[in-house]
Structure formats: structure tokens, C-alpha cells
């Protein structure tokens, strides 16, 4: 039988098509042997073996700061170990410590932060509300869970009663919440410590 040959415009198509992929093909192998020689250059071993620039102080310091809870825990640990490491801490040094912790929390706010607050009322009274709620409670069902001796339940108690402090204004910053709320809760619960603590 007579096979028909295809159309020479047919195979004008094959022909362009089958010299594009053998194109292709060369041009896949010489970019992979580029980038062999390129890893065997001197330059390439260089930057290779060449120690990673160091971190920056910022940086550094922010891990640091990161790792607060740890040297919280590392910090009890140590009073308990060894209490005279930490009773030195008390009289004039406690204040100026204090005083220089409260300051810095407040050169982190600005004015826009207070006005702010200030016209929060319902995230400062559920704050507050909270305050004088849960944490009283809180320090009554410990004692009752541990129970401990009358002596230790009135302190835990009594301290549950007191309002927040320092500490939770600098947990807050530390961990990037809202330190503007806890600022002012803070301030608030404060002036109020003076009825409700002695109501609790």
C-alpha cells in the first residue's frame, strides 16, 4: 500500500519543534554546569566557610528580655537557696529600685496613650472589677487547696487583696500587651485599695 507523506508544512512544524527542545536541553545542561563550576570557585568556598556576621545588640538584648520568665524563676530559686543573696535589697535601694522601674514604665507611654485610656471606662471597670473578684478568690481557694496554716492564709489572702503593681505593668510591656490598660488599671485599683482592701 502507498503510505501518504505528512505535508511539508507539517513537517516544517516537527522539524522547528524537535531543534527548540534539543535548544532547551542545551541550554538546561550548560546553566547546571555553571552553577557546578560556580560552587567549585575559590569565592563560592570563601563566603562558604566565612563565620555568619554576629548579631546585633539589639537583638541580643531583645532575646534577653525574652527570656524573662526564666531568670524570674532562676531569681526565686537563688532566695531560696540562699536568702542573703536578695536581703540586702530593702530599705533605700528597694525605693530607688522601685521608683526607677515606675518611671520607666512611664517614659513608655505617651500622651496619646493616657487620652486614650481615659475614655476607656469599660475595659479599665471590668479590669478593676476583676481585681477585687477573682484574685481574692483565687488566694482563698489556694490556701483552702494547700492548706496552710492560719498564719500563711492570711497572708496569701491578704495579699490577694492588694491591688496590682509594678510587676504587672512590666509583664505587660515584656509581653507586648497593652501596658497604656495596665497602667491605668493600676493607678486605679491603687486608689481604691484604700476602701476595698480593708472591705475584703
Not at 473578684?133 to 491578704?158: D, E, H, Q
Request: aromatic share 8%.
Amino acid at each position: 500500500a502507498h503510505r501518504r507523506q505528512p505535508p511539508a508544512s507539517s513537517r516544517l512544524f516537527e522539524d522547528e519543534r524537535h531543534h527548540h527542545l534539543r535548544l532547551q536541553r542545551r541550554m538546561g545542561e550548560r546553566m547546571r554546569t555553571d552553577e557546578v563550576d560556580a560552587r567549585r570557585s575559590p569565592l563560592c568556598f570563601a563566603a562558604a566557610s566565612s563565620p555568619s556576621p554576629p548579631s546585633s545588640p539589639a537583638s541580643t538584648s531583645q532575646a534577653l528580655t525574652d527570656l524573662f520568665p526564666l531568670w524570674v524563676v532562676l531569681a526565686c530559686a537563688a532566695a531560696v537557696w540562699r536568702p542573703g543573696l536578695f536581703s540586702w535589697f530593702q530599705g533605700t535601694p528597694f525605693v530607688i529600685g522601685l521608683s526607677t522601674t515606675m518611671l520607666g514604665m512611664g517614659l513608655t507611654l505617651t500622651l496619646d496613650d493616657v487620652r486614650g485610656c481615659i475614655f476607656r471606662v469599660k475595659d479599665v471597670s471590668r479590669g478593676c472589677l476583676l481585681q477585687y473578684t477573682v484574685m481574692p478568690l483565687l488566694g482563698f481557694l489556694a490556701t483552702r487547696l494547700f492548706n496552710l496554716p492560719k498564719a500563711f492564709a492570711v497572708g496569701v489572702i491578704l495579699v490577694s487583696c492588694c491591688p496590682g503593681g509594678t510587676a504587672s505593668n512590666i509583664v505587660s510591656f515584656l509581653a507586648r500587651a497593652d501596658v497604656p490598660l495596665s497602667v491605668m488599671m493600676t493607678t486605679l485599683s491603687t486608689a481604691g485599695a484604700v476602701v476595698m482592701t480593708p472591705f475584703l
